[in-house]
């Protein structure tokens, strides 16, 4: 994820904009930049890869000439173009006057670089952010928002769709930067004599520890002076004044004691920047997704090919688009694919999904599908990797960088994609009305505020933990698509707690895993939605009961106003109301808790790197 820094102060900016920089690499970036602004000029320098790149670089061009009191810079996680050196920020404006870094998504990008294209503006990167700094100058150097930096800086703003951070700097207004925030972070710090601008609290943690939160669609003005929160039309907006009390080790976790309660934390906007950008009004768009229309009519079945969690998410998968597409969805773990000679041509999609796109065994899966003739479409969330170098398209997650080893966010990001590949094929093939998408696309829409919610039942999971304490064995159940969430489930016990833990089709307990409940035996059961297939919740409610004889405690996983599970749940973790289907993007929440905090049970306190484990893993 893209870390932004800003300062305007009384000392040389360039050194606390490469400081500020280092405070923000834990986010993950493939490039960074700076951008100074001097009397009446703006020197910039950027460059792909690591931070010591960008040090080369202002060793090339010498640091003095990038002398000034005002300065941005950013770390870019790649999302719209390559890590390239062009498509580093700042980006400049054809006037060489306006200096911008960005993170988010400028979800009408296309219509706005056309439009510059159509005044005769050359822009130099395949960014959805360069842009911005064209359209601010253009409104600075004509009409009615003419030689005024704030009202041109509205103007833009007015005119941007998506989730974005923007600072912008202008070389006629060296001691100044204007910043805006929409459903993307940004904090203000309070120096004395000095003002910072960070995408958190780290970025300038080491300078001050007075800070200020702003409202969501908020802009601020900065000088060395102070600050001016306005809202987008201009009109004066308050912020929220704190003082830090993390050191910088925490801050640069948000606070949580771990990048994975981080990511946890991370994942209705995960969800959210997933889903952005892939519903026009009208049609799902599978835009950065190179199969046409007809390609994905002709498709007869699906394979999907994943390792770990991104094969739960597969699995997921197979349930939603069987249903929406009725076609075949056969899914595979991505070792296991090539070396059993499945039945691929021209006429099947495979469906390779991966975090890291780098994972050895799916990789080999990809190759093996297209020596085969299959259409590859890989779902990713690290631009530019192997996988989706070498498939036929890919749709990307955005779920921003995850660094703990155990899959959070970007497990429910992937779920959510394989959704947009999903419906993108009933959309092709014609399997569903445009109707009945609009009314699953709102459901994913609403996903973001559920998980949210479910956010809230932290606490109670803390409780059950400590009363479960340490657990030998778990064992977790679900029916349908609340199977890969109790696969999932079992999984992140595994890999944080080191202690055996099996996810089961719930119906299969009776030919044989039942032998294992015994007293005392802690069981987590997902109850799909009462409002759903309605054997599939009254069959599940046996289940439960059944190992309740036995003398299991369960650990019971229900929607809002299901009642019926209440006589035979030891626990039980409410999350809302949503189609069944939807489930495994809010039920697999509590799950993630649960392993996390019975871990700390069991006392390894490493969460973010689970003993023998790797996060990318680039062999078979
Ligand atoms: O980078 P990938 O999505 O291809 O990784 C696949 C698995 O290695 C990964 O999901 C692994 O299972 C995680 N540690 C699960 O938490």
Known sequence: MCGIVGYVGNQQALNIAVEALRRMEYRGYDSSGVAVAGAGTIAMAKRAGKLANLEDKITEVGADTLQGTTAIGHTRWATHGRPTDENAHPHMSFDGKVAIVHNGIIEN??????????????????????VAAHLLAQAYNEGDTQGDFRASALKVLNGLEGAF????????????????????????????????????????????KQAVELGQDSVVSITADGYEIMNFDGSPAEGTEFTIDWDLEAAEKGGFDSFMMKEIHEQPAAVRDTLAGHWDGERVTLDENTISDTDLKSFNQVFVVACGSAYHSGLAAKYAIEHWVRIPVQIEVASEFRYRDPVLDERTLVLAISQSGETADTLEAVRHAKTQGAKVLAVCNTNGSQIPRESDAVIYTHAGPEIGVASTKAFLAQVAANYIVGLGLAQAKGTKYPDEIRAIWEELEWIPAKIEQVLQVREQIGQIAQTLGQVKTMLFLGRGVGFPIALEGALKLKELAYIHAEGFAAGELKHGPIALIEDDLPVVVIVPSPRGVSQLHSKIVSNIQEIRARGAKTIVIAEEGDTAVEPYSNWLIRIPQTPTIMQPLLATVPLQFLAADIALECGNEDIDKPRNLAKSVTVE
């Open 109 to 130: 990008f296309a219509p706005l670089r056309d439009k510059l294209e159509r005044d005769g503006v050359e822009l130099k990167s395949e960014t959805d952010s360069e």
């Open 165 to 208: 951070t923007l600072l912008f700097m202008h070389a006629d207004h060296p001691d100044q930067i204007i910043a805006a925030r929409r459903s993307t972070p940004l904090i203000v710090g309070v120096g004395e004599g000095e003002m910072f601008l960070g995408s958190d609290v780290a970025a300038f943690i080491e300078f001050t």
